[in-house]
């Protein structure tokens, strides 16, 4: 992915929006929007739509994830949190949301192309399976199968990321099926063979 993104950030430490303005247009991306905190994040992307948004957890009033929840109920976009601490609760409220990338302080340049590519294209991932579906839990419990399918397939033929969902759109078109059907027979397949010897 070599296109230029219209990026969203959030965080109450004046350092790390600093840190975004200056690092996001080094990467290729424009900066759209500079937020303090989870509701001037909200407020300002319902007009803004970026492409993507960076977000900190802990802010004042409205807390990251919350201000994702809003902003993906109206408009699904890719997100990815921020924070100064490994908490698994809070990982388990960003799992049910559209949150595609985590980023733990402190931030570094080499941490955040990376972590932009992958969300980008889980999101894109995504949306493409939301088609399928027009029932948003659901298509959020298949991205889940999706993901492990294409784990399993990177895994057992050397695939990249990207590759590994193409072969699983081409296995679907192939058999006349929805994406996640062969998701589930490829994760039924290799739960039966218990790791052992698979050709996929």
């Given at each position: ?8 950030v959030?965080?109450?430490e004046p ?6 303005k ?9 900066v759209?929007c ?15 739509r ?9 802010m004042?009033?409205?807390d990251?994830?919350e ?13 990815i949190?921020?924070t100064a601490?490994?908490d ?6 960003a799992?049910d949301?559209h949150?595609l ?11 955040l ?18 088609k399928?579906?027009s029932d ?16 399993i ?5 050397g ?14 078109r ?7 059907q062969i998701?589930?027979?490829?994760v ?8 052992g010897?698979l050709?996929?």
């Amino acid at each position: 992915m070599n296109r230029s993104l219209r990026v969203a950030v959030a965080d109450d430490e004046p350092r790390m929006r600093e840190f975004y303005k200056e690092m996001l247009p080094l990467l290729g991306h424009e900066v759209v929007c500079v937020a303090k905190s989870g509701a001037e994040l909200v407020s300002e992307c319902q007009s803004l739509r970026p492409d993507l948004i960076i977000t900190d957890i802990k802010m004042p009033d409205l807390d990251g994830i919350e201000a994702a929840k809003q902003l993906c109920n109206q408009d699904p976009v890719p997100v990815i949190l921020v924070t100064a601490h490994d908490d698994p609760e809070l990982l388990a409220r960003a799992g049910d949301t559209h949150i595609l990338g985590y980023l733990v302080k402190p931030v570094k340049r080499q941490d955040l192309q990376p972590a932009i590519l992958i969300a980008v294209r889980r999101f894109e991932e995504f949306q493409a399976l939301s088609k399928e579906t027009s029932d948003l839990r659901q298509a959020l419990k298949d991205r889940k199968l999706i993901e492990r399918a294409k784990g399993i397939l990177m895994k057992r033929t050397g695939l990249d990321e990207a590759a590994a969902f193409q072969r699983l759109q081409k296995m679907a078109r192939d058999n006349n099926r929805k994406l996640v059907q062969i998701a589930e027979m490829v994760v039924t397949v290799e739960d039966a063979y218990g790791g052992g010897d698979l050709k996929l």
